[in-house]
């Protein structure tokens, strides 16, 4: 039997190298994984066959740190929906007051325009020295400033004038004896008997 001894300069080496491989030993991956053929889960230090990997089980910790990460995060949805609405109701505000403030447009028949332009037809209509075309024309300007079509223009054309022909013996103007009306024509056996 042989009895060694460890020399003092070997533990520090020893030490050494377990210190170096520690923490390749500390980071060695498992792997969680399925077999197809029996259900069976199976944990190895080798990648999954198919490349399915299973993640390692979340910490305690991490489990904390993600459900304050997603609570900041849909605490910070929330806000920047809020924030959101309250920029569409401060737009929406703005327009309205620009709208109400926006003087509005006064619609054509109560304008300046279409009183003076009424009032210019007025004064042809009652004026004795207007002609009927003057007339026409300072009503047709009124209704085109007051926004309405202007009046149908009515042409009244006269009748051609008679052509002449010459007299014909029955338009004669000097009236004819009267002329007796012919006898009835009665059919072939229904005529009366002369009287003797």
């Keep these: 039997m042989m009895i060694t001894t460890t020399t003092p300069a ?3 080496r020893t030490l050494l190298a377990l210190a170096l491989f520690a923490p390749l030993l500390a980071g060695a991956q498992a792997y969680r994984c399925q077999d197809a053929a029996s259900g069976r889960t ?3 230090d080798q990648p999954c066959k198919g490349g399915a990997t299973v993640v390692p089980r979340p910490t305690d910790e991490q489990l904390r740190l993600d459900a304050e990460r997603t609570q900041q995060a849909r605490e ?3 806000q920047q929906r809020e924030d959101a609405v309250l920029r569409q109701q401060q737009q929406l505000d703005a327009a309205r007051t620009a709208e109400a403030q926006r003087p509005r447009p006064v619609p054509p028949a109560e304008s300046d325009a279409c009183r003076r332009a009424r009032e210019e037809a007025s004064f042809r209509a009652a004026s004795v020295t207007a002609t009927e075309e003057q007339v026409r024309t300072a009503r047709a300007n ?5 926004g309405q079509p202007a009046p149908a223009e009515v042409i009244v054309v006269p009748p051609p004038p008679p052509r002449w022909r010459p007299p014909r013996p029955w338009d004669d103007p000097l009236p004819r004896p009267h002329r007796p009306p012919p006898p009835p024509q009665y059919a072939p056996g229904t005529e009366p008997l002369p009287m003797r």
């Design 142 to 146: 009124a209704a085109l400033a007051c």
């Design 76 to 78: 910070r949805a929330v």
């Design 10 to 12: 070997l533990v520090p």
């Design 42 to 44: 199976l944990y190895t």
